[in-house]
Protein backbone atom coordinates (compact mmCIF):
# COMPACT_ATOMS: atom_id res chain seq x y z
CA UNK A 1 0.00 0.00 0.00
CA UNK A 2 2.69 2.19 0.54
CA UNK A 3 4.36 1.95 -2.51
CA UNK A 4 0.79 2.92 -3.89
CA UNK A 5 1.11 5.90 -1.69
CA UNK A 6 4.70 6.64 -3.09
CA UNK A 7 3.83 6.51 -6.76
CA UNK A 8 0.36 8.57 -6.63
CA UNK A 9 2.44 10.90 -4.82
CA UNK A 10 5.20 11.17 -7.66
CA UNK A 11 2.53 11.16 -10.38
CA UNK A 12 0.59 14.10 -8.74
CA UNK A 13 4.14 16.19 -7.74
CA UNK A 14 5.09 15.91 -11.11
CA UNK A 15 1.63 16.80 -12.39
CA UNK A 16 2.53 20.15 -10.45
CA UNK A 17 5.73 20.79 -11.42
CA UNK A 18 4.89 20.41 -15.39
CA UNK A 19 1.28 22.47 -15.25
CA UNK A 20 4.01 25.51 -13.01
CA UNK A 21 6.65 25.46 -15.54
CA UNK A 22 4.30 25.57 -18.30
CA UNK A 23 1.22 27.57 -17.47
CA UNK A 24 3.99 30.22 -15.49
CA UNK A 25 3.71 31.16 -11.37
CA UNK A 26 0.09 33.42 -11.80
CA UNK A 27 -1.36 31.79 -14.11
CA UNK A 28 -1.41 28.78 -12.22
CA UNK A 29 -2.09 29.80 -9.03
CA UNK A 30 -5.37 31.39 -10.75
CA UNK A 31 -6.94 28.48 -10.94
CA UNK A 32 -8.64 27.51 -7.54
CA UNK A 33 -8.24 23.86 -8.67
CA UNK A 34 -4.63 24.39 -9.06
CA UNK A 35 -4.20 25.57 -5.88
CA UNK A 36 -5.94 22.85 -4.83
CA UNK A 37 -3.93 20.31 -6.21
CA UNK A 38 -0.26 21.67 -5.26
CA UNK A 39 -1.77 22.08 -1.90
CA UNK A 40 -2.65 17.86 -1.87
CA UNK A 41 0.36 17.00 -3.54
CA UNK A 42 3.07 18.85 -1.60
CA UNK A 43 1.20 17.90 1.53
CA UNK A 44 1.44 14.62 0.81
CA UNK A 45 5.06 14.96 0.07
CA UNK A 46 5.84 16.09 3.38
CA UNK A 47 3.68 13.49 5.08
CA UNK A 48 5.84 10.92 3.47
CA UNK A 49 8.83 12.81 4.24
CA UNK A 50 8.16 13.46 7.99
CA UNK A 51 6.65 9.90 8.22
CA UNK A 52 10.31 8.30 7.11
CA UNK A 53 12.43 10.54 8.66
CA UNK A 54 10.43 10.84 12.02
CA UNK A 55 9.51 8.19 14.81
CA UNK A 56 6.37 9.90 15.53
CA UNK A 57 2.91 8.04 14.29
CA UNK A 58 1.37 10.15 12.04
CA UNK A 59 -1.33 7.73 10.65
CA UNK A 60 -3.93 10.32 11.14
CA UNK A 61 -2.89 13.12 9.11
CA UNK A 62 -1.57 10.76 6.07
CA UNK A 63 -5.07 9.44 6.32
CA UNK A 64 -6.49 12.57 5.61
CA UNK A 65 -4.34 13.98 3.34
CA UNK A 66 -5.13 10.53 0.74
CA UNK A 67 -9.16 11.77 1.57
CA UNK A 68 -8.21 14.89 -0.04
CA UNK A 69 -6.48 13.12 -2.79
CA UNK A 70 -10.07 11.79 -3.08
CA UNK A 71 -11.34 15.34 -4.02
CA UNK A 72 -8.99 15.67 -6.71
CA UNK A 73 -11.76 13.57 -8.76
CA UNK A 74 -14.05 15.92 -8.01
CA UNK A 75 -11.75 18.29 -10.63
CA UNK A 76 -12.74 16.15 -13.21
CA UNK A 77 -16.43 16.63 -12.75
CA UNK A 78 -16.58 20.39 -12.27
CA UNK A 79 -18.63 21.06 -15.37
CA UNK A 80 -20.76 18.81 -13.64
CA UNK A 81 -22.53 22.32 -12.15
CA UNK A 82 -23.08 23.51 -8.48
CA UNK A 83 -24.57 20.18 -7.15
CA UNK A 84 -20.53 18.99 -7.20
CA UNK A 85 -19.06 22.61 -5.69
CA UNK A 86 -21.86 22.09 -3.06
CA UNK A 87 -20.79 18.49 -2.58
CA UNK A 88 -16.96 20.01 -2.50
CA UNK A 89 -17.52 22.71 -0.07
CA UNK A 90 -19.17 20.43 2.01
CA UNK A 91 -16.16 18.34 2.58
CA UNK A 92 -13.69 21.08 2.84
CA UNK A 93 -16.11 22.47 5.96
CA UNK A 94 -16.62 18.74 7.81
CA UNK A 95 -12.24 18.87 7.52
Known sequence: MEIVNYLFTGIFMMEAIIKLIGQ??????????NTFDFIV?????????VSSQSSLQIRGTVTLM???RILRILRLLKRGGRSLHLIFNT???TF
Not at 24 to 33: A, E, M
Open 41 to 49: AVSSAVSII
Open 24 to 33: GLFVYFRDSW
Open 66 to 68: RSF
Open 91 to 93: FVI
